[in-house]
């Protein structure tokens, strides 16, 4: 820390309670009283060096001189700096530091400490060693934050703009082009070993350091301050990404709900008692928040969407201004691609607690989410994916695709809420396009998990709640349980059952065109004489081939077995409910495979003639492929 001795004289103060008496051998003349404190002096000492003392002074001409009292209850820095001021007068050794040097240059300039009152005098002494310190970023804040205790005298003399502006330059500067700034315990070392001091090295290059190296140290910054730093530096052209990080950090330290980080004590030791960072009340975080979203740059991806979905939490906990959480909702909307389903689940904070997490939050922010998405799409609307848009057998992930997934999640959440009405779940599952979804298991697990929590549903309900799915994209695993699910109506199931046979028909067919044409080109191999080395080769891949083919052509024919075997079942069912035999007739022939299409060698199914009820399961988890009771995503 930079230092400045002025005065050459020996201390001749001392302090007797609240009063300071100074030893020169002659009495005291003159007592100045700032605050509580009292300082008997001289007049002549102060009147030569103070044009403001020297007019006081005057005043008193006419009256007693031994009774001349002079009242300084206004004067910047107190007693304190008064002190400091005194000593000066009377050339007492005195030590000026990037701790005091404002609250003694704004004394000096309400005390009118000019050079018209002495060459060298306090004004112009204070003055160039500002203009030292202001070249070091350490005590550079350290006169900052002196300015606290001095506004806004120390606005009126500039010094607060300077320090602001020296800070900015360093902040958008490389640091280790000039040393900045001195981290930990004023020393800075190399990994070769060479320490460096105040950025002056020895040999060895300094360590590099990240663009987030100034963000602990002005995070003690009163909010007026730090948000003039922030503007100071976006003036300067720092990256808003730079800018973000700053005001993440800032946020973490201050707001509730955010990770706290370590003392400033442990940083870079730049006051001699670390402050205290007390915790603030309910309308300063809420003021500081509402200042840290203005303050954000708005732009997409600066913030982590995590970030911006805590901010939004604690601006509904804070009752922030609508202003400030719309423009929070507006953030996430844009970037909802990267949330993680943890950090959607804000909970419902309003006076009329309808629901355990605040489902209308969510809804805005999708709603936001697909304005852009069908702003940016224009007039082109992506259709279902097909094979041409799958990279190793799974679909392209897009933002569209990531949010369907991440709504899926969030509605098997909310599901189990009785509180939560079906209108509420069926708005905010309908936002999502069909095409968004490459399957559907995920939105049918939350339909499952829904009508397990509130099985007072009506039928037209349920079917209502199950037109959200399309059962043509559901996977082998969701239609196998779908099957078997009794909190699903009928017609779902006998939809459910209909679409797999259909999707196995063609499998079947597809196999079979590829069996016919390994064996054809089986045939011709064998007119053709390869290369010795060859041949075997051959010959092993087209058994191999041939023979897993004939392996999955039998799983599927004894699924299609299962598939009858359920129809079955499901006609004996209707039977029982009265329904009309003929509109089954209909489904049955669809269902039964003609005999001709079967291998002659094929045994006949007999699960046609079982009467067994088919197996009932619990919620589907179509994540993990398994079937749990409680109805909630595993963890």
């Avoid at 004023?186 to 040999?203: C, E, K, L, R, Y």
């Avoid at 990256?239 to 400033?264: C, D, H, N, T, V």
């Avoid at 906990?317 to 400030?324: E, G, T």
Wanted: with cysteine.
């Amino acid at each position: 820390m930079a230092c400045m001795k002025l005065g050459s004289k020996s201390d001749a103060f001392h302090r007797e309670g609240q009063t300071w008496l100074c030893r020169t051998g002659l009495p005291s003349d003159i007592t100045v009283e700032v605050g509580e404190v009292s300082f008997h002096l001289h007049k002549f000492p102060l009147l030569s060096r103070s044009g403001l003392l020297e007019k006081l002074i005057e005043d008193f001409a006419g009256e007693d001189a031994s009774n001349c009292v002079v009242q300084l209850h206004d004067i910047p820095g107190g007693a304190k700096a008064f002190e400091l001021v005194a000593k000066f007068c009377y050339a007492v050794r005195i030590e000026v530091t990037a701790l005091n040097v404002v609250s003694l240059r704004c004394a000096a300039e309400y005390l009118q400490m000019t050079e018209a009152y002495g060459e060298g005098n306090l004004i112009k002494l204070t003055e160039d060693f500002l203009n030292d310190i202001f070249g070091s970023w350490v005590d550079s804040i350290k006169a900052l934050e002196s300015c606290e205790e001095v506004l806004p005298l120390a606005e009126e003399v500039h010094i607060v703009s300077r320090c602001l502006n020296s800070l900015a330059a360093k902040a958008c500067s490389d640091p280790s082009l000039f040393g900045w700034p001195v981290p930990k315990n004023n020393t800075m070392q190399s990994p070769g070993g060479t320490v460096f001091w105040n950025g002056i090295a020895t040999g060895s290059k300094p360590r590099s350091m990240g663009e987030d190296w100034w963000y602990e140290d002005v995070s003690f910054l009163t909010l007026p301050l730090y948000r003039r730093l922030v503007l100071a530096v976006e003036a300067r052209g720092m990256k808003p990404q730079r800018i973000a990080g700053a005001l993440m950090f800032y946020a973490k330290r201050y707001l509730p709900g955010m990770s706290k980080f370590e003392s400033f004590k442990e940083n870079i030791g730049r006051t001699n008692h670390a402050p205290t960072i007390s915790s603030p009340s309910e309308g300063d975080q809420r003021a500081l928040l509402e200042e840290i979203v203005e303050l954000l740059p708005n732009k997409r991806g600066v913030a982590s969407t995590k970030f911006l979905l805590r901010l939004l939490r604690t601006a509904i906990i804070l009752q922030a201004s609508l202003s400030c959480r719309s423009n929070l909702e507006k953030r996430v909307g844009s970037q909802m691609d990267h949330a993680r389903l943890d950090d959607l689940l804000i909970p419902n904070t309003g006076y009329t607690v309808e629901t355990l997490y605040d489902i209308d939050c969510i809804q805005r922010i999708l709603d936001h989410f697909m304005s852009i998405e069908q702003a940016t799409s224009g007039a082109f609307s992506p259709c279902i994916v097909d094979e041409g848009q799958l990279l190793d057998g799974t679909p392209i992930q897009t933002p569209m695709t990531m949010v369907a997934k991440l709504i899926d999640g969030y509605l098997a959440e909310v599901a189990p809420d009785v509180n939560l009405k079906l209108t509420k779940f069926q708005a905010l599952a309908a936002v999502i396009p069909d095409y968004a979804r490459p399957l559907d298991d995920g939105v049918y697990r939350a339909i499952d998990i829904y009508l397990k929590a509130h099985p007072w549903l009506t039928d037209s309900e349920r079917e209502q709640l199950c037109r959200l799915m399309n059962c043509q994209k559901l996977s082998l695993e969701a239609c196998t349980h779908a099957a078997q699910n009794e909190r699903l109506p009928l017609r779902v199931i006998v939809q459910v059952l209909f679409f797999e046979q259909l999707r196995l028909r063609t499998s079947i067919a597809g196999w079979f065109f590829v069996s016919d044409n390994l064996d054809n080109s089986q045939g011709q191999t064998e007119n053709i004489a390869p290369p010795k080395n060859d041949t075997t080769i051959q010959m092993d891949l087209g058994t191999t081939e041939k023979g897993d083919h004939v392996l999955g052509i039998n799983d599927m024919k004894t699924r299609v077995r299962q598939l009858e075997k359920e129809c079955l079942n499901m006609k004996h069912e209707l039977e029982k409910l009265g329904k009309p035999k003929g509109s089954w007739n209909i489904f049955s022939k669809r269902f039964r495979f003609r005999k001709s299409s079967e291998p002659h060698n094929a045994e006949p199914s007999k699960a046609c003639d079982s009467k067994d009820p088919p197996r009932r399961s619990s919620c589907y988890d179509g994540d993990q492929h398994q079937h749990c009771e409680s109805g909630v995503m595993p963890n």
